[in-house]
């Protein structure tokens, strides 16, 4: 594309067949729910081909990035291929596997077990991307008879208020992982390690000077496990998509940024709540 494959070289006819391959991927969004499903197969064959002979031309083999996004779009061309190729069993399948709408009574149990699995596994956060995922098919069985009486009025009623709910749902979910953020940086501004001595002597002896070497690496490398664990969390969030709950789009970025402000603004209730001030005798 525009990227230069070398310093101040930009070679316009790579651009020109990237351009036209692009064009070719976005006209596959345009075959029709009847399309044969062969014929489509046969054009995403093509384009993986197509990009894996590219990889040969010696300007593109000598820049691992390139050779990296190459690979990245041959993987998704490869996974709309084989999800085209599903049959109509398998559809209805994972249709019935991913309905969570007999779940609706169980959520509210379940949500201490899900803070207690982020507390010990911070990778687990990724998991949440599915149960979002799943909380949209909760509508599907209080609105069925309202959509086959073909009442649009109380079918948005119903599905505002059950959205709310899920929504609710899962704002109280994510408030765990600011919770845990900031009990991470509590342990982290804890670590004695991490700290000097509040009196420094003039002359220090080489064995104190060790010693608190030594406590400052072990601290150093637990901070850095309490860090690695906060990036989890962030990271498992951040790659989050929009979760579709109803009529509601929830984006958990945003829910996750709204629950570190409260959580924000909860610590500082609790710093100034402990402020006493002197009477002031008159």
Request: glycine share 8%.
């Amino acid at each position: 594309g525009e990227h230069a494959l070398r310093r101040n070289v930009k070679n316009e006819e790579l651009e020109s067949w990237f351009r036209g391959m692009q064009g070719r991927v976005e006209g596959l969004g345009d075959c029709g729910p009847h399309d044969d499903a062969l014929v489509l197969g046969r054009k995403v064959s093509q384009l993986s081909r197509a990009l894996e002979e590219v990889e040969g031309f010696y300007e593109i083999s000598q820049q691992p990035q390139i050779l990296h996004f190459l690979a990245d779009a041959r993987s998704l061309l490869h996974r709309m291929l084989r999800t085209v190729s599903l049959s109509q069993d398998i559809a209805e399948t994972i249709a019935a596997v991913a309905d969570l709408s007999y779940a609706w009574k169980a959520l509210g149990p379940y949500q201490q077990a899900m803070h207690a699995l982020l507390a010990r596994s911070p990778g687990s956060v990724k998991g949440l991307r599915a149960l979002f995922l799943k909380l949209a098919s909760i509508l599907e069985l209080p609105l069925r008879r309202i959509r086959q009486a073909g009442n649009e009025t109380h079918a948005t009623l119903v599905s505002d208020y059950y959205s709310s709910r899920l929504l609710d749902f899962m704002r109280s979910v994510l408030q765990a992982i600011p919770m845990l953020i900031f009990g991470l940086l509590g342990q982290i501004s804890r670590l004695e390690g991490t700290q000097t001595p509040d009196l420094l002597p003039s002359r220090l002896p080489i064995a104190d000077l060790h010693g608190f070497a030594q406590r400052s690496q072990g601290a150093r490398a637990e901070e850095a496990t309490l860090t690695q664990r906060i990036a989890l969390l962030m990271r498992g969030i951040r790659e989050a998509d929009v979760a579709l709950l109803g009529g509601i789009a929830a984006e958990p970025r945003a829910i996750l940024v709204d629950g570190l402000r409260r959580e924000l603004c909860g610590h500082f209730a609790d710093l100034l709540s402990d402020l006493t001030f002197p009477a002031i005798e008159q």
